[in-house]
DNA sequence: TACAATTTTCACAAATTACTGAAAGTTCGA
DNA sequence: TCGAACTTTCAGTAATTTGTGAAAATTGTA
């Protein structure tokens, strides 16, 4: 599987951010090759492409299943498996920031609750539960927007998006419907 | 230093989730402690309460600074230096958001962006420029919207999560207005 | 059921990242 | 300008994470 210039510069820089991402490096790299490419994939394929072993691969692909991130499918005549991504890019986001959020938000946030139900004797426990409460109130609320995120179908959150800088102003009009 | 079991618990949970979020463990215990207590902490404690070499506090405090989330100040007959966390959580969040989209928003964009100028010979990079005009339009937009928050205040941050599930609703009404 | 094709697991090795103590650097008051 | 108080740097070590090959497990089909 040959893999040309512009796909590689893309793979090795999704690698980098991959680490920034929860996942790694390899895995950063496998996901950009499987997004960037049309034709689904063969565990053998990427393992040559990115140039690593074919166990990597197959515990990168175990990765990247827990993460939904990827669809398996089946070529007739064919024993091995293939991977490819959702072709519409929000619904991988949309997945990906489902998944942080399992992952990441819900625990933490269960962490927070935990020490709010706490009796606080001293001053100092009572100054860290009241910060605890704002980083609860916070996160609560992004959960809720993630929520939200989740129901929404990908025209209407390209439209949301697209909002942007009018994002304040719509705010604005909202209080003034609700004054009337 | 004493450190509450309160405390204790807590700065370890956020130490993990520190490492899921491109600070490392130290760091999320560091910042945690610091947030958590209402006074102010020099090196020492810093290091005293979280068991940590002095080196490897002073390391961490660089690097807290680099990413703006603590203020620096000194107390009057004390030569140490004192660190404290911004005490609206507001705050806190809005420079992560900022800190997170200048480390890793802006380098992906400006990939895709060279990605895109190049001349797709190829009918594989073709289908490549595909998703990546679509990653980077996404990333675009997501970027709108951080500098959007940048600039609101706390309050308004506030309200526009707490909005929720309206949101979804809040876009219906914008499309009435507009077809007025 | 047997067996070839394919995937997964896992113990170990390699690579990366984080932590430490010692030494160097800085700052400030006398 | 000296020296005590404090902070930073850095080379080496420790800990953690990632990657590999060999072997085991699974799958599909003749």
């Known amino acids: 599987m040959k893999i040309t210039p512009m796909t590689q510069s893309l793979v ?7 680490s920034r991402w929860g996942l790694n490096r390899t895995l950063g790299q496998m996901y950009a ?18 140039q690593i072993s074919r166990s990597n691969v197959s515990m990168g692909l175990k990765e990247l299943k827990s993460w939904n991130l990827i669809k398996l499918q089946h070529i007739p005549g064919d ?15 949309r997945t990906l920031v489902l998944e942080r959020r399992k992952r990441e938000l819900d625990p ?4 927070l609750r935990d020490a709010l139900m706490e ?17 609860h109130d916070l996160l609560e609320m992004v959960t809720l927007w993630t929520t939200e995120l989740q129901g929404m179908s990908s025209d209407k959150l390209a439209a ?20 009337r």
């Open 119 to 135: 009796q606080a004797t001293s001053e100092a426990d009572q100054y860290a539960q009241m910060r605890v409460k704002q980083m």
């Open 160 to 179: 949301l998006l697209k909002l942007g800088e009018g994002i304040s102003k719509l705010l604005d009009v909202k209080d003034k419907l609700l004054l």
């Open 79 to 93: 024993r091995k498996e293939y991977f490819s991504a959702p072709s519409d890019i929000w619904e991988i986001a």
């Open 12 to 18: 090795l820089h999704f690698g980098e951010m991959g």
């Open 108 to 111: 933490t946030l269960s962490t």
């Open 33 to 50: 090759l499987i997004v960037l490419t049309e034709a689904p994939l063969n565990a053998d394929q990427i393992s040559e492409a990115l």
